[in-house]
């Protein structure tokens, strides 16, 4: 059934921030390997890091510094972060910031004094944002794609993985099956080491801004693979999704929380500005924070014609707001609203996922020659990211990954595949193909919508949860039993969206039992029945594997405690 086998040293899945940054490292390391980046869209033309607006925190300015950084991350995080990851994180940011201005050619904003402009984002105690416009992540992506292009490594662009595939012993991986979307044909990549880094991305919630190519594919594959993961019930939603009715794709995607810290006000159903009685830094609360006092005025019905709130930017003066914020304004006029003068509706929508593989600091995870990087793994953020540190995060520990696995392979055992799992994997696959067509599947998405939205969204509560998990099992066996009824495998979208569903409620499932397993309420994570975040002293993150049980494991404090800090002069 495999149409065709190849091989590679070193094989990357996904082509954002993370696996361009470890082909690149890997190259630089070993150039003699054999490096293959496999990617379920075209290579820098899909993921989010492409769709970064607002930039990269890192602490250059000479008042700032990394401790700084890391307190931000360490306390926006509500403590759960690995604080070694934490660490790694803000001190090889520096060092990777000036790799993408020095030697991979990207052009950020500057002052007029030379130096790099860095702007304000929200949670952070000084302004380390590194931007270019508010389109900093196709700067970053397209340099690293024009580097990629130019060196000798390898691309499978529209394969899609669907299995990691163990060696015979089980000890190690061996490889990846995917799916050549254009054929529809199986491709076996053996390999010694495999970078899983497709991204993770909350597609499972109605409202949502990744790329419609993030279905949590990696995440899926790693629970299969016996991997634990961490943080899962750590779901990020943006305060500011556009909100424009179901008939556009726009819906859902973000309006920049520069508008916030400008001075934008939310609004509820009647007009009126709510944010003052949730939280005394009103519109400029983090985005936990703001997304929770919103959802709460939903929940009165208090909403706009769509169901949402508004925001409302005109009394700042419409000039200074079209010049200021010019790409929002024209994206808001795209779909009818008047950004400048009037008033846009926007909803909350699911943004970011904390949670994901659990790993070390050098990307290795708990199966030998898989790493992860990126958004696929979990640690970096505990609770609730900061803003400008999802692309340092992917950047960071792409590089690792690229000069951790080129030494890998030097040494790596070469395992023999387990082509037992390979048909196995197969055979899961066809299912849909062998049997009768039973209807659309935009049925099961809108299902999964709902149940994500109302019952595992913004605010949580047993009853809930518990009804979740019993609806997303009954999905997933609705699923299972699917089918086409078309035998066309090239570029078959509807056989791509069933696998799409099958890797977000395999995830649903794993964010819904973390979720009932922490009974406290931590960043991006709230329990009515649980509204307090417990005692920082004793913080554990969730670790959950295939069969969904969760153990709660204690974060280690391995350079602050709470109530600590690393910095100097401070009261
Ligand atoms: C609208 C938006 C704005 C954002 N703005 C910011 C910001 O200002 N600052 C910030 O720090 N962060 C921001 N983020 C978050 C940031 O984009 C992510 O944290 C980061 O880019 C993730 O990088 P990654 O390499 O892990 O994943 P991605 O860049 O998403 O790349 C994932 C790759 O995996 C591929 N893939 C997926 N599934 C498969 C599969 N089955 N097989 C093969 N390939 C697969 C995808 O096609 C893609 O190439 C933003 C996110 C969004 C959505």
Redesign the pocket.
Known sequence: MVSQTLASDILI????????FAALHAHKAAPDLSITV????L?GK????????????VALAKEDSIERHFMDTIEGGKWLPDQDLAWQLVTLAVERIRELENELGCFFDRNPDGTVHQKAFAGQTFDR?V?KGDL??IEI?NRLAEQVWARNINRLEE????ELIKAKDGKSVSGVL?VDMRTGGYVFVRAKAVLL?????PTMYKYH???G???C??LA?ALRAGLALRDMEMVQFHPTGLLAGTHTRMTG??LEEGLRGAGGYLLNGAKERFMPRYDPKAERATRDDVSRAMFSEMLKNNTSPHGGLYISMAHLGPDRVAREFKGMVERCADCGFDLAGGLVEVVPTA??MMGGVEFRPDCTTGLPGLFV????SGGVHGAN?L????????TVY?AVAGDVMARWVQSAPPGEPDTAAVVAAISILEKPFERAASGSLEAFRENLYDIMWHKVGIIRDAAGLVQAARELAALETALDAHGLGDHNRAFNLTWHDWMNLK?LVAVSRAITAAAIAREDSRGAHFRSDFPQAGPLESSAFTSIRADLQVSMKPVAFTRVRPGQTLLKNVA
């Open positions: 899945l996904g082509s954002g921030g993370a696996g361009l496999a990617v379920k869209g290579l899909c993921g989010c890091t492409r769709m970064v607006q607002g930039g990269y925190n944002t931007h900093t992540g992506v394969h899609r993985a669907v995917f880094a497709t991204g993770g991305g801004t990744p790329s190519d993030k279905s594919d990696g594959m995607t973000v943004h970011y990087a990126g958004e696929d990211r803003g400008g540190n999802g692309v340092a995060n992917s792409g890797s």
